[in-house]
């Protein structure tokens, strides 16, 4: 049973420790446990926090796990208020902590997340696709047989002119045999290191003139044609884009804070490892430093 995975995050738990004496009309109550209440506003946190593998079970669904985990939390904060735990230094301790995690969280949707609009995303994208190196492809085709002397007909029926996806069809021993031996488009990395070297090396229209011996057998290719592989669509990739462009604005916000404050870490091994971090994180290869 997942029960646990129902509850809800230190932002919801912060706001039940806290409730404010007056609600907004349109914030009702949804659920009571005892003298605790359990209003809409908690009910669409304690859904926004539901662990990602509840987070794809349909809307009714969620809600339903969602407050299911929210009258567990309910039920023990009872029991917390009433030991006063409330008043312990290590819950105010727990809370502040909470308060400026939730506060930084604020600050950097504000900030970074509402702030990234669709035409910085589609200028980074323009940007990184001017900087791409361009990288060949090719469309070719194969013949897969068991032995090399099996090859040696195959090239010597091509030599003769014999077509090649019909030898693919009668005698290649791989899965797309019926496809004549096509493979598609591939770059660079996709095929195994002797394939790849013999197929690349071929111009437009050739197949090769000795068999290409691999772990699956041996080969014969031909190179149908060569392009520059075209860039990812913009579609595509304007997640990861967005993500670019969100770092660097965050990498901006934390830069101007701390020129603005004065940063102190008495411990020298600390001090080292935060420097280091830093100095990833400005160039891109740390992630962002969110609680």
Do not use: C
Not at 164 to 190: C, M, T, V, Y
């Amino acid at each position: 049973m997942l029960r646990h995975k129902f509850l809800v995050s230190a932002a919801l738990a912060a706001a039940i420790f806290t409730q404010a004496p007056v609600l907004a009309a349109d914030d009702p109550v949804v659920a009571k446990v005892g003298k605790l209440e359990i209003h809409q506003s908690e009910l669409d946190l304690a859904v926004q926090n539901l662990d990602p593998q509840l987070a794809q079970l349909p809307d009714e669904q969620k809600k339903v796990a969602a407050l299911s985990g929210a009258i567990d939390v309910k039920l023990l904060a009872g029991g917390a208020l009433a030991e006063g735990i409330k008043d312990t230094e290590d819950f105010k301790k727990r809370m502040a902590y909470i308060g400026d995690r939730e506060l930084h969280n604020a600050y950097f949707r504000k900030h970074v997340v509402e702030a990234t609009t669709p035409a910085e995303v589609k200028a980074r994208y323009d940007k990184e696709l001017a900087g791409l190196p361009k990288q060949e492809e090719v469309h070719a085709r194969h013949i897969l047989v068991k032995t090399e002397d099996e090859a040696k007909a195959v090239i010597a029926d091509l030599d003769k002119g014999k077509d090649f996806a019909a030898i693919a069809k009668e005698k290649s021993q791989d899965s797309n045999k019926d496809d004549g031996g096509d493979l598609g488009w591939f770059g660079p990395g996709r095929m195994v290191p002797e394939f790849e070297e013999a197929a690349f090396a071929l111009d437009k229209g050739a197949y090769t003139k000795t068999p290409v011996k691999t772990q699956f057998g041996f080969h014969v290719i031909e190179v149908e044609e060569k392009r520059d592989a075209p860039p990812p669509p913009f579609e595509q990739v304007q997640d990861q884009v967005k993500q670019l462009v969100m770092r660097d604005k965050y990498v901006a916000l934390i830069d101007k804070a701390k020129s603005d404050q004065k940063i102190e870490i008495t411990d020298e091994a600390l001090k080292k490892g935060y420097d280091e971090v830093s100095k990833m994180q400005a160039a891109g290869e740390a992630p962002m430093g969110q609680p």
